[in-house]
C-alpha cells in the first residue's frame, strides 16, 4: 500500500470503527450516512488486507491486526488533530471550529449555558457538543476526543493540566412547606430526614464521596440520575437534597424550595477544567479557557 494513494480520512474511520464496534454507530458519531461508513470499512479492508472487524452473529468483532494497529493509529490520530490545531492566530469571529467539552448538567446549566449564548456575537460560526462525564471521558482526553473536561479536582487526569473554574460550596434544600425544618437545621433534622441523592452513572458525586468516607449516613429515599432532575424530588415531601450552592440559587428561582445550610462541614469542591497537556498552547483552546475563566469570574 502506498501512503500517496490512501485516504487518510480513513485512519478517523478506523479509530471510530473500532471503538463503537458497529457501522451504524460510527457513521452517527462521524455524521455520515450508514452505506459511506460501509464503504470505508470495505477501503479499510482492501487496503490493509485484513477484515479489521469480522462478523460473529449480530456483533462485528475486531480482528488481532486490528486490535495490534489501533494504538498506533489512535496516538497518530491525535498528533494531527495537536498539528491542524496549532495555526499562529485564532479569530472566533470567522472560525468554524467545533469544541467537545464533557461535563455535568449542573456545570453546564450555571456556566457553559450562560457563556455559549454570550458567545454568539464574537463567534457566530463555533459550534459546540457537550455530553456528560463518564468512565471513557479520561480516555477520551487521554486520546484528544476532548477538548475540555470539567470536573472536581479529586477526579481529573493526573497526567494532564488543568485550571481551576471555581470554588462551589454544598447547601441543603427542602422545600418551602416542609414544616418539620425551621431557619436552621441541626444533625438530628438532616439524618432524620429522608434524602434525594445523585448518583452520575456508576461514580458517586463530590459530597457522596465526602460524605462515605466521614462515616455520615443519610436515609436515602430517592436516587436520581443528574443534579437538575433531583431538586425536581424535593417540592411537596419532607425530603432533603444536598445541591450545589450555585445550582440551588438557580432552581430556588424556579422551584419552592429553602436553602438551608448542610449542618455538617462539607469542605468546598474545587471545579476544574482540563485539557490535554500537549493542547496547552493551541490558540482556539486558549481562547476558550479564558471565555470560561471570565464567565466563572462572574457567578
Not at 16 to 42: D, G, H, I, W, Y
Not at 155 to 168: R, Y
Not at 256 to 284: K, N, S, V
Amino acid at each position: 500500500m502506498r501512503l500517496d494513494n490512501f485516504d487518510l480520512n480513513l485512519l478517523v474511520a478506523f479509530d471510530v470503527l473500532m471503538q463503537e464496534q458497529s457501522v451504524t454507530k460510527a457513521a452517527n458519531r462521524l455524521n455520515v450516512t450508514q452505506p459511506a461508513m460501509s464503504a470505508s470499512l470495505k477501503r479499510l479492508r482492501e487496503s490493509f488486507q485484513d477484515d479489521i472487524l469480522a462478523q460473529h452473529g449480530k456483533r462485528l468483532i475486531p480482528t488481532p491486526f486490528a486490535l495490534a494497529l489501533q494504538p498506533e493509529i489512535a496516538e497518530k490520530i491525535f498528533e494531527l488533530r495537536a498539528l491542524i490545531a496549532r495555526q499562529g492566530r485564532f479569530e472566533p469571529q470567522r472560525s468554524e471550529r467545533h469544541f467537545r467539552i464533557a461535563a455535568s448538567d449542573y456545570i453546564t446549566t450555571v456556566l457553559l449555558a450562560p457563556l455559549v449564548n454570550a458567545l454568539i456575537s464574537q463567534a457566530p460560526n463555533i459550534g459546540f457538543t457537550f455530553e456528560l462525564p463518564g468512565p471513557a471521558s479520561q480516555d477520551a482526553l487521554a486520546n484528544g476526543e476532548l477538548d475540555l473536561l470539567l470536573t472536581p479536582e479529586i477526579f481529573v487526569h493526573p497526567d494532564h493540566p488543568c485550571e481551576l473554574v471555581f470554588e462551589e460550596q454544598h447547601v441543603t434544600v427542602g422545600w418551602t412547606g416542609n414544616r418539620e425544618i425551621g431557619d436552621t437545621l441541626s444533625q438530628e433534622d438532616f439524618t432524620h430526614a429522608g434524602h434525594v441523592a445523585v448518583s452520575v452513572g456508576r461514580r458517586f458525586t463530590f459530597a457522596e464521596e465526602w460524605f462515605r468516607g466521614q462515616g455520615i449516613e443519610r436515609r436515602i429515599e430517592v436516587r436520581a440520575p443528574s443534579f437538575i432532575q433531583a431538586p425536581f424530588l424535593v417540592p411537596d415531601t419532607g425530603r432533603l437534597c444536598v445541591m450545589h450552592e450555585r445550582l440551588a440559587r438557580y432552581m430556588a428561582e424556579r422551584l419552592p424550595l429553602r436553602i438551608l445550610e448542610t449542618p455538617f462541614a462539607i469542605p468546598p469542591m474545587r471545579e476544574m477544567m482540563q485539557f490535554h497537556a500537549t493542547r496547552e498552547a493551541d490558540p482556539g483552546l486558549s481562547w476558550l479557557r479564558r471565555q470560561v475563566a471570565k464567565a466563572a469570574a462572574l457567578l
